[in-house]
């Protein structure tokens, strides 16, 4: 169990600057007590994701891949990474960056082969590693030999894989529902005389579950991964995979007369059959975890979603991140938030997980959203402070953090100066709504500025080298020009930098269990300036406080008056004030 002792001396971090004083330390040389308790790797760990093709080039071509991963697996490990996410880098036409697969049994050529990703999994390994594969089951490619034969014509064995229906008696699509990128989720198929659903891109066809064959066929997909050895999947776009037995056109919600697929089929009953079938055929008896992308899966939601009685081990909720949309289809249609609404809902995430035996991945970015810096802080916020507080929350959750690459960093979001400078479909398409929905081109490029998916796709910053060190040749996406400060050997050798300050909150977290699984209880809920909480477990209590705000904040200092600090992002602090971005770890005696 957990140690008792409390030592007096410091606590070396190796980083000079960073406070780290005793009172909670744990003993030196025994089992670190994490690594008893009853949780399994996968809840001790942190997990980071890479978008691979933005990774580490290995061969010159401008595109990251599998070697290129290998290539750095230390600086993973550095940070207490033990699951590694990686985005899709199976066989596809890249329509959607690898989120439309024409393969599953194959790796794209622009990541490597299959021998490149044993070898992956192999090293990773060594290293306490594991790699998570992306499982995007909701649809394929339209290339995929599967969707070839299903459209081939109405009369064959996979004729039924696919959500097919016919026109309205006016020709035209056999809904309304616009499709999560824009325009109608329905595509004509000449040969059929039918429509083909895409709750994505047009050239990403939806798969139909209602068909056992179908779900045989993605059950047998993950079992090929899980015997490559690797420790779990994400599930990508998961909600959608159940559809309504009828289809009926929904209340227009904007100007094009369409309504949000999402609001017609995301989490449609039915939805935990199909999940809890994929659970007993892949996730029991195996040493891996399951997290889905559950877009429409609120916290109340949760206690069927996860849990030892749930389908998935863990699911990613999207409230904090939309807490600033009005419209997710429109970027321009924004609303204020405050600090209070921000903190309540993950107060309420963390509710849930508490005493039902859940569990929950925290996480600020990933490969869909703006970096955390610009989404949740003042427009004037310091980029270096800002990332350490950010950092603080991200690290110090009840749960599994998932760190997107570069977040490690401070990464900031790009603003190129125009819409033709970005390379994802989805922003140029967001952007065209918003212009359909009478903005401004400067206001549509305002809000690409804030919600582009691209942001969190520029290359890795290794050094100050040409184009970050991400590739020999020339980058399929431009290098963010701030990557001569902002990169990983610079800020190693920085003892200030985001990236040691994560590497400490790390080190940390692996020494005190009560920051994995101790119980959470948030302090000064009103506050729009702080956002405090306790983390407590049998043995230990700590105490973190952030201010998430610019200006200097105080705080009554009762809740630290019997307590230590551990680490500190300016320093040592002075209980019942913390400056602009301070973020500070007490630990109670
Ligand atoms: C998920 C992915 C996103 C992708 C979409 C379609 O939302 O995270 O990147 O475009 O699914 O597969």
Not at 528 to 549: C, G, P, W
Request: hydrophobic share 35%; net charge negative; glycine share 8%.
């Amino acid at each position: 169990m957990l140690m008792k002792k409390r030592w007096i001396v410091p606590v070396v971090l190796g980083l000079a600057g960073l406070l780290a004083f005793s009172a909670c330390s744990a003993e030196p040389d025994k089992k670190s007590a994490a690594d008893s308790s009853e949780l399994s790797w996968w809840q001790k760990t942190i997990a980071y994701e890479i978008y691979v093709r933005s990774f580490k080039d290995s061969n010159g071509d401008g595109i990251g891949d599998l070697k290129g991963i290998t290539s750095e697996l230390d600086h993973l490990k550095e940070l207490g990474v033990g699951a590694v996410w990686l985005t899709p880098c199976y066989q596809s036409p890249q329509a959607d960056n690898g989120y439309d697969i024409s393969d599953y049994y194959k790796i794209d050529p622009a990541y490597g082969t299959m021998e490149d990703m044993e070898k992956l999994i192999k090293e990773a390994d060594k290293r306490g590693i594991k790699i998570v594969m992306d499982l995007v089951f909701n649809h394929t490619s339209e290339e995929n030999e599967w969707f070839k034969e299903s459209r081939s014509g109405k009369e064959n064995d996979k004729s039924d894989w696919y959500i097919w229906a016919d026109p309205k008696k006016d020709g035209g699509p056999p809904t309304n529902w616009r499709s999560i990128f824009g325009g109608s989720a329905w595509e004509y198929d000449e040969t059929r005389k039918q429509y083909y659903l895409h709750t994505f891109l047009k050239e990403q066809p939806d798969l139909n579950w209602a068909n056992p064959e179908v779900r045989q066929a993605l059950i047998d997909v993950a079992n090929f991964w899980v015997e490559k050895g690797v420790g779990g999947f994400r599930m990508d776009a998961i909600t959608y995979i159940k559809k309504p037995e009828t289809f009926a056109d929904g209340k227009p919600d904007a100007a094009d007369g369409r309504v949000g697929i999402h609001s017609m089929t995301a989490n449609t009953e039915g939805i935990l059959d199909y999940l809890s079938e994929f659970k007993s055929a892949v996730r029991e008896g195996k040493d891996i975890f399951t997290v889905g992308e559950a877009n429409g899966v609120s916290a109340k939601d949760l206690p069927d979603w996860v849990g030892p009685e749930g389908v998935l081990d863990m699911v990613f909720e999207f409230g904090h991140v939309n807490i600033d949309l009005l419209d997710e289809m429109n970027w321009c249609k924004t609303k204020d938030w405050k600090l209070p609404d921000l903190k309540a809902l993950f107060t309420d995430s963390q509710k849930t997980t508490m005493g039902n035996d859940t569990w929950y991945p925290m996480f600020l970015e990933n490969h869909d959203q703006p970096r955390s810096i610009n989404h949740f802080l003042p427009e004037n916020a310091d980029r270096i402070d800002g990332g350490k507080a950010l950092a603080t929350v991200l690290l110090t959750m009840r749960g599994t953090p998932f760190i997107m690459q570069g977040e490690e960093l401070g990464f900031v979001n790009v603003e190129w100066p125009s819409i033709d400078n970005y390379n994802d479909i989805s922003t140029k398409n967001h952007y065209k709504f918003a212009i359909g929905e009478g903005y401004s081109e400067e206001e549509a490029l305002d809000g690409v500025h804030h919600f582009s998916r691209d942001s969190a796709r520029t290359p890795m910053h290794w050094d100050t080298s040409r184009h970050a060190g991400f590739t020999k040749g020339e980058p399929w996406i431009p290098v963010h020009d701030d990557y001569k400060t902002y990169n990983v050997a610079s800020e190693k050798k920085d003892k200030d930098s985001v990236l040691n300050w994560y590497i400490a909150l790390a080190k940390l977290r692996k020494e005190h269990p009560e920051l994995i699984e101790g119980d959470y209880k948030e302090l000064f809920p009103d506050s729009d300036q702080i956002y405090a909480y306790t983390r407590e477990n049998d043995s230990e209590k700590m105490t973190v406080l952030v201010n998430l705000s610019t200006k200097k904040a105080e705080y009554d200092a009762a809740c630290v008056s019997d307590a230590e600090q551990v680490l500190g992002s300016k320093g040592e602090t002075k209980p019942g004030t913390l400056e602009p971005l301070e973020a500070v770890i007490f630990c109670n005696k």
